[in-house]
């Protein structure tokens, strides 16, 4: 897998090089925003480690520019212990994030758990589902959405949610299920981080995000999605 992994600090570059590369992976390291973006475009990137601080843009910044235009994993590195700047990069299409200090071991997970997402999404047969009269239509096999006749760009986040809720309409799962569910681990993250993903979901697929009518909110309880299948063709 190629990885790139932007981070001002070359010690930590370096550690995380070592280990990555050790692991049988193509690590391309970049010590600030331009660097990254300019190795992003020039080769083929499977994963993004991304610190947020950086010395001319900020990896808020870098994740935006990304989101515009691809879906590749992007695992955030914080100093920061603000709950609103790690909400802040998953709003912008981070999949997952992780606090400075960390082990090399545990980015390895959480790359990892990424990508058995993606896998995942790669094994489920070939099939669209329709909604709403086909103003929305996601097809699970290839990852993509189109909703009012545009194809919308998700996260691997925001897709693993939103087919998880449209593959059971009108259930109601909680934050905690929903978390666990996505990230394969316990819901020991903030239960903002799932509000958060819910909150890009429906800029992108609703017509009116205020009043939503796919990605409901089941208050005291959690989310469901609204509607139910139309037709899945195979």
């Known amino acids: 897998m190629n990885i790139l992994v932007v981070d001002d600090e070359q010690s930590i570059l370096d550690i995380i090089h070592a280990y990555l590369t050790a692991?049988?992976?193509t690590v391309y390291l970049a010590t600030n925003g331009k660097q990254a973006l300019q190795l992003f475009n020039d080769n083929s990137v499977d994963f993004i480690v991304l610190d947020i601080m950086l010395p001319d843009v900020s990896g808020w910044?870098?994740?935006?520019?990304i989101r515009r235009t691809s879906s590749v994993p992007i695992?955030?590195?914080?100093a920061r212990?603000?709950?609103?700047d790690v909400l802040k990069g998953l709003q912008l299409g981070a999949d997952d994030y992780i606090k400075k200090p960390f082990s090399p071991k545990e980015l390895l997970a959480r790359i990892a758990t990424v990508n058995r997402r993606v896998s995942r999404d790669d094994e489920i047969k070939?099939?669209?589902?329709?909604?709403?009269k086909g103003n929305l239509i996601i097809y699970?096999?290839?990852m993509e959405v189109n909703a009012y006749g545009s194809k919308i760009v998700l996260?691997?986040?925001e897709f693993d949610l939103l087919?998880?809720?449209?593959?059971?309409?009108?259930?109601?799962?909680?934050?905690e299920q929903l978390l666990e569910k996505v990230k394969g681990l316990e819901a020991t993250a903030l239960d903002r981080v799932i509000d958060s993903h819910i909150k890009n979901l429906r800029a992108k697929i609703e017509e009116n995000p205020r009043k939503p009518l796919y990605i409901e909110t089941v208050h005291g309880a959690g989310y469901r999605f609204g509607v139910t299948h139309e037709k899945n063709t195979v």
């Open 23 to 25: 692991q049988g992976h």
């Open 61 to 65: 910044e870098i994740c935006e520019n």
């Open 75 to 78: 695992i955030l590195l914080t």
């Open 81 to 84: 212990s603000n709950e609103k």
């Open 126 to 132: 070939q099939e669209k589902w329709v909604f709403n």
């Open 140 to 142: 699970p096999d290839r």
């Open 155 to 157: 996260t691997h986040t």
């Open 163 to 175: 087919l998880i809720m449209a593959s059971n309409p009108k259930h109601v799962f909680s934050r």
